[in-house]
């Protein structure tokens, strides 16, 4: 039986316009408890409750994240996946606006759970924590979670619109020297500083950066260097992340990293430990078919024409998008110049044109949805 895609797409648009109040209050609600990597028990809990009341059967604490879940909703052959991420940055709340994703894709899944058996779809809405600061979503992805997945979706404020999401890969690396202490005056001789090993080895990165390919960068902050100024440091602790237009070029740039740390531990009489505390972020692949029925279905919902960018931004949703046909559009909320992770974009989050595009999102992402199931019916 052929898919009335059309009229799918009314119901959807017609379900979120009814949730319009619930998917709101829910924005607002993370908006204003915001909750930092893996800690979003509040966040996870309320987006889950919604899709529950909404008839989805949730699953939490997937892949052994408590804050992770997966609701599901129909039981056609095929799936698709929207992505909920609800984590906040320390210090600045919610100014990369994740409480706008998690209710857009919550409002996907909700338009769609009515109408997934009719149009042959599970539908899915996987609640991915830390994605400032973790790579919930890799870890996701190594558990299993996204296995069976024919389509991954969702959406993420930003100061323009976009369809076609370009990013870095992102690598993190924390660095621990340790040295000796010494009082620096009367037997500083004694002393092998660990401060003095930071400090060799930001110039020797600062050199390296001259010699890099465009799209490559390596830049940290120092968290201690000493506590007291006339003890030589015997601990230094920072902080890097290393960035290269894609995943294939961050082995090479994260060795020539690392070598600038380790030599400034031979120079030095210091030891080094380097550790890297999270998944490598991957770089983002679009799905051409997906970006165009967006593109298309934004167009009607009457979202701003979309502009072309350049790698500007990191998501682990680049690590989803290598294992399954994704997107990731950006969301016009109406900052008014203001850019995520300015204290200017959290307040965006949460107006009325941060609420509208939130909720025109959720059709268009829904719609989306429909013309890939629409697709697959056509074809077998």
Same mark, same amino acid.
């Given at each position: 039986?052929?898919?009335?895609?059309?009229?799918?797409?009314?119901?959807?648009?017609?379900?979120?316009?009814?949730?319009?109040?619930?998917?709101?209050?829910?924005?607002?609600?993370?908006?204003?408890?915001?909750?930092?990597?893996?800690?979003?028990?509040?966040?996870?809990?309320?987006?889950?409750?919604?899709?529950?009341?909404?008839?989805?059967?949730?699953?939490?604490?997937?892949?052994?994240?408590?804050?992770?879940?997966?609701?599901?909703?129909?039981?056609?052959?095929?799936?698709?996946?929207?992505?909920?991420?609800?984590?906040?940055?320390?210090?600045?709340?919610?100014?990369?606006?994740?409480?706008?994703?998690?209710?857009?894709?919550?409002?996907?899944?909700?338009?769609?759970?009515?109408?997934?058996?009719?149009?042959?779809?599970?539908?899915?809405?996987?609640?991915?924590?830390?994605?400032?600061?973790?790579?919930?979503?890799?870890?996701?992805?190594?558990?299993?979670?996204?296995?069976?997945?024919?389509?991954?979706?969702?959406?993420?404020?930003?100061?323009?619109?976009?369809?076609?999401?370009?990013?870095?890969?992102?690598?993190?690396?924390?660095?621990?020297?340790? /040295?000796?202490? =010494?009082? &620096?005056? *009367? @037997? $500083?001789?004694?002393?092998?500083?660990? #401060?003095? %090993?930071?400090?060799?080895?930001?110039?020797?990165?600062?050199?390296?950066?001259?010699?890099?390919?465009?799209?490559?960068?390596?830049? /940290?902050?120092? =968290?201690? &260097?000493? *506590? @007291? $100024?006339?003890?030589?440091?015997?601990? #230094?602790? %920072?902080?890097?992340?290393?960035?290269?237009?894609?995943?294939?070029?961050?082995?090479?740039?994260?060795?020539?990293?690392?070598?600038?740390?380790?030599? =400034?531990?031979?120079?030095?009489?210091?030891?080094?430990?380097?550790?890297?505390?999270?998944?490598?972020?991957?770089?983002?692949?679009?799905?051409?078919?997906?970006?165009?029925?967006?593109?298309?279905?934004?167009?009607?919902?009457?979202?701003?024409?979309?502009?072309?960018?350049?790698?500007?931004?990191?998501?682990?949703?680049?690590?989803?998008?290598?294992?399954?046909?994704?997107?990731?559009?950006?969301?016009?909320?109406?900052?008014?110049?203001?850019?995520?992770?300015?204290?200017?974009?959290?307040?965006?989050?949460?107006?009325?044109?941060?609420?509208?595009?939130?909720?025109?999102?959720?059709?268009?992402?829904?719609?989306?949805?429909?013309?890939?199931?629409?697709?697959?019916?056509?074809?077998?």
């Amino acid at each position: 039986m052929a898919v009335n895609v059309e009229a799918a797409k009314r119901a959807a648009h017609h379900t979120v316009r009814q949730a319009a109040q619930e998917l709101t209050g829910l924005s607002h609600r993370i908006h204003a408890h915001p909750e930092t990597a893996f800690e979003e028990h509040r966040a996870a809990a309320w987006t889950a409750q919604t899709l529950a009341d909404g008839g989805f059967a949730v699953e939490p604490g997937v892949a052994g994240l408590p804050t992770a879940f997966v609701a599901r909703a129909g039981s056609g052959p095929v799936t698709v996946a929207f992505c909920a991420e609800y984590d906040a940055l320390p210090g600045l709340g919610h100014a990369c606006g994740h409480n706008v994703i998690a209710a857009a894709s919550a409002g996907a899944g909700l338009a769609l759970a009515p109408l997934a058996d009719e149009l042959g779809l599970t539908v899915l809405v996987v609640g991915t924590p830390a994605e400032e600061r973790g790579g919930g979503k890799a870890l996701l992805l190594e558990a299993g979670v996204f296995e069976g997945v024919d389509a991954a979706m969702m959406v993420h404020p930003g100061p323009f619109e976009t369809v076609r999401f370009r990013s870095f890969a992102l690598g993190t690396l924390d660095v621990e020297y340790t /040295g000796r202490a =010494a009082h &620096a005056t *009367l @037997a $500083p001789w004694e002393g092998r500083n660990a #401060a003095d %090993a930071m400090t060799v080895a930001q110039v020797a990165l600062g050199l390296l950066r001259a010699q890099l390919p465009p799209g490559r960068h390596a830049h /940290g902050v120092v =968290a201690e &260097a000493g *506590l @007291a $100024p006339n003890v030589i440091p015997d601990r #230094a602790l %920072a902080s890097y992340e290393i960035r290269a237009g894609a995943a294939a070029d961050l082995g090479e740039l994260r060795s020539r990293v690392q070598a600038c740390f380790e030599g =400034a531990a031979v120079a030095t009489g210091c030891e080094v430990r380097l550790t890297r505390p999270e998944p490598d972020y991957l770089d983002f692949r679009d799905d051409e078919r997906l970006a165009g029925w967006y593109a298309a279905n934004a167009a009607v919902a009457g979202r701003p024409v979309p502009v072309e960018r350049g790698p500007f931004a990191m998501t682990d949703m680049g690590n989803v998008s290598h294992a399954v046909p994704a997107i990731h559009p950006m969301l016009d909320i109406g900052a008014g110049g203001a850019a995520p992770h300015e204290a200017a974009f959290a307040a965006a989050a949460v107006t009325p044109a941060a609420d509208e595009a939130m909720l025109a999102a959720a059709v268009v992402l829904a719609s989306t949805a429909a013309d890939l199931a629409a697709s697959a019916t056509d074809s077998r």
